[in-house]
């Protein structure tokens, strides 16, 4: 017992945590490194290949058919890659759509309503960004229905 005390105590402090924040410092390089890599690398003819105009008119007709039954406005926009300038500043999905977003111009509508389904090909990512009157009235929507569950 008082072995295993004294082995313990001759540890350098943060012994542990620093290997555990070298780690993660190299495992995030890695995965950055592979990030660009990937974007980099992306010709877009995966993307075109599998967003065809048959694909994208599907989408299209099912964009007017829902939002026939609702007041919603929605934008889908499907992206490649990044640029090697976006890649640099670390661009998140989630950033980069709500640029996609403002860009569009999904946000000018009559109600504040405008939803957009933003598709980042390279990172394999999806993000839903919603307008003003949209988030308040699903958040709502949300807060009532945890009320009921609970």
């Not at 660009?36 to 993307?47: F, N, P």
């Not at 048959?54 to 992206?79: M, W």
């Not at 403002?102 to 990172?123: C, E, F, K, P, S």
């Amino acid at each position: 017992m008082v072995a295993e005390a004294s082995a313990v105590a001759a540890l350098p402090a943060g012994g542990k945590g620093q290997i555990g924040r070298q780690n993660r410092r190299r495992s995030d390089r890695h995965m950055k490194l592979a990030r660009t890599l990937r974007h980099l690398a992306s010709t877009g003819w995966e993307l075109r290949r599998t967003f065809d105009s048959q694909v994208l008119a599907a989408i299209e007709q099912a964009i007017a058919a829902t939002e026939s039954t609702h007041g919603g406005e929605i934008r889908f926009a499907v992206e490649d890659n990044l640029n090697a300038a976006e890649l640099w500043r670390d661009l998140t999905p989630r950033e980069r759509a709500i640029e996609v977003f403002a860009h569009l111009r999904v946000w000018d509508t009559q109600m504040n309503n405008g939803v957009l389904i933003y598709v980042l090909w390279a990172d394999h990512d999806v993000e839903i960004v919603a307008d003003r009157a949209f988030t308040q009235r699903y958040m709502e929507i949300g807060r009532a229905s945890c009320r009921e569950r609970v």
